[in-house]
Nanobody, 123 residues
Framework: VQLQASGGGLVQAGGSLRLSCAASGRTFSSYSVGWFRQAPGKEREFVAYISWIGGSTYYADSVKGRFTISRDNAKNTVYLQMSNLKPGDTAVYYC?????????????????WGQGTQVTVSS
């Protein structure tokens, strides 16, 4: 499966953005999807996970209550709705797909990665 992330941009603190991860391939619904982010000089970190049928979600503590992950398998798309954004959320955001069947923050569990979309939150 090939992934393309979009929807990033520049937003003020407290604002919102919705990221999209569009996938190619007829079997997208059989993949779980994770969102990760990487800030300059920092390691890639887990943000959110959604299971292959969307029944299970999992969030990093840093975004819990502010971010919501969802998917529309009919559109081959996973979304990350981000609200109450903070300057610390500034990073390149990546979506990734894998056949993992349990929620995991481990990037090694995902084998297909999109190219990333930049999110910048100004104070």
């Amino acid at each position: 499966v090939q992934l393309q992330a979009s929807g990033g941009g520049l937003v003020q603190a407290g604002g919102s953005l919705r990221l999209s991860c569009a996938a190619s391939g007829r079997t997208f619904s059989s993949y779980s999807v994770g969102w990760f982010r990487q800030a300059p000089g920092k390691e890639r970190e887990f943000v959110a996970y959604i299971s292959w049928i969307g029944g299970s979600t999992y969030y990093a503590d840093s975004v819990k209550g502010r971010f919501t992950i969802s998917r529309d398998n009919a559109k081959n798309t996973v979304y990350l709705q981000m609200s109450n954004l903070k300057p610390g959320d500034t990073a390149v955001y990546y979506c990734a797909a894998g056949t993992v069947r349990v929620a995991t923050p481990n990037p090694k569990s995902f084998h297909s990665w999109g190219q990333g979309t930049q999110v910048t939150v100004s104070s």
